[in-house]
Structure formats: structure tokens, C-alpha cells
Nanobody, 116 residues
Framework: QVQLVESGGGLVQPGGSLRLSCAASGIVFSIYTMGWYRQAPGKQREYVATITRGGSPHYADFVKGRFTVSRDNAKNTVYLQMNSLKPEDTAVYYC??????????WGQGTQVTVSS
């Protein structure tokens, strides 16, 4: 059974930081591209960042320079370090595991709220 479990969300003030984690089980973690997506109220889910199985990170333009995606294959975990958070970053953040779009899995999401 595949599980992706996100953690680390919460309430933070504008300009603050959070680190999201996603622990995977039931997959050969190292061969998957791992990603983060988010969905704000009333909006469609959107791409945030991915990291390939080779460790190459990619980002949506709106998070470049603020967010950093990383992975620890020994711990089957992907991270999203979020700095300089803005109110518009408020959303549910979802972890994604993708094997060449043949096998795609999603976590349940973790809420991030940026507000003073």
C-alpha cells in the first residue's frame, strides 16, 4: 500500500518560514520524481516544485528564490523549505510521487496559512 504523508504545515506570519516533509512508503522512493503542489480555496491545484530522481530541482516561477525542494532517499522523504512566505502562499500543500506518469500517487495534504 502506497502512502505519502505530509507534515510541517501550520500558521505563520508573512515573511516567516516553514519546512514541509513528505514521508513515502510502499514505493521504491529513489526512482520517483517527487513533487509539491498546492491548492488555495476556490482555485485549481497548481505546481510548486519537483525534484527528479537524480536530484535536480525545478520550481514554479512564483516560488523561485524563496522555496527549496530536497530529498533524502535514505529516509524516503522529500522536503519543501519555504522562506519569505506571503499571504498568497496560503493553501493546502500536496506531495506527489511520479514514475514517468505511469504511476502517480498523492498525499492527503497539509494546510499552510500565512497571516498576521
Amino acid at each position: 500500500q502506497v502512502q505519502l504523508v505530509e507534515s510541517g504545515g501550520g500558521l505563520v506570519q508573512p515573511g516567516g518560514s516553514l519546512r514541509l516533509s513528505c514521508a513515502a512508503s510502499g514505493i521504491v522512493f529513489s526512482i520517483y520524481t517527487m513533487g509539491w503542489y498546492r491548492q488555495a480555496p476556490g482555485k485549481q491545484r497548481e505546481y510548486v516544485a519537483t525534484i527528479t530522481r537524480g536530484g535536480s530541482p525545478h520550481y514554479a516561477d512564483f516560488v523561485k528564490g524563496r522555496f527549496t525542494v530536497s530529498r533524502d532517499n535514505a529516509k524516503n522523504t522529500v522536503y519543501l523549505q519555504m522562506n519569505s512566505l506571503k499571504p498568497e502562499d496560503t493553501a493546502v500543500y500536496y506531495c506527489n510521487a511520479d514514475y514517468f506518469q505511469e504511476k502517480v500517487y498523492w498525499g492527503q495534504g497539509t494546510q499552510v496559512t500565512v497571516s498576521s
